[in-house]
């Protein structure tokens, strides 16, 4: 069976051991995601108060507004892996108190096949993205940041969120005791 446990992951189970491993891949990936998003912010917040210095003082220093928008990147589509992971994002909870186990567990197996689908177009097309960036070696005004960088940003957040996706559909599928709770 799986539950959510007091240790921060999400997917945990005492059977199979691939099932163990897929759980354990998936919390690993969630840290990453975690910590992926938690630097963005502080990015942000850094370069939005010296942005904020600069403009007060009239520093003749380029504006850091730019490191705080392509930090927006990393935090909304590795950020969105992470709320992916940890089943934060769009979810029904009716679905939780529906007594029939087996209709809780197709809903459940529906979501993440629907789930995996979106990051795999949402992947092909920032992909498509991304390599355009890389092959115009296109930059931002302001401090020449390259565009490849928030759109490589958008292709692993994508290609996450269809990992994390497919790692729940295998649960769903491969544990025995249908009450899964992920």
């Known amino acids: 069976m799986t539950d959510r446990g007091d240790k921060g992951g999400v997917i945990q189970n005492n059977g199979s051991p691939f099932v163990r491993f897929l759980g354990t891949s998936s919390n690993l990936l969630g840290a990453f995601e975690k910590h992926v998003a938690a630097l963005s912010m502080i990015v942000i917040m850094i370069a939005i108060a010296a942005t904020i210095v600069v403009r007060l003082f009239n520093l003749p220093l380029p504006s850091l507004g730019e490191i705080a928008v392509v930090a927006m990147s990393p ?75 928030p759109t490589g940003c958008m292709v692993l957040g994508a290609a996450l969120i269809c990992i994390h996706a497919i790692i729940d559909l295998f649960v769903v599928l491969m544990v025995r005791n249908r009450e899964v709770s992920m």
Not at 87 to 96: A, F, L, N, R
Not at 107 to 114: H, M, N, P, Q, Y
Not at 118 to 123: C, E, K, L, T
């Open 75 to 149: 935090l909304t589509f590795i950020g969105g892996a992470l709320c992916s992971h940890l089943h934060q994002h769009i979810t029904i909870d009716v679905v939780g108190l529906m007594p029939n186990s087996v209709f809780k567990t197709l809903l459940r197996g529906l979501a993440a096949l629907s789930m995996a689908t979106f990051g795999g177009i949402f992947f092909w097309l920032s992909w498509n993205l991304f390599r355009y960036a890389v092959e115009s070696g296109e930059r931002l005004i302001d401090l020449g940041t390259p565009i490849w960088i």
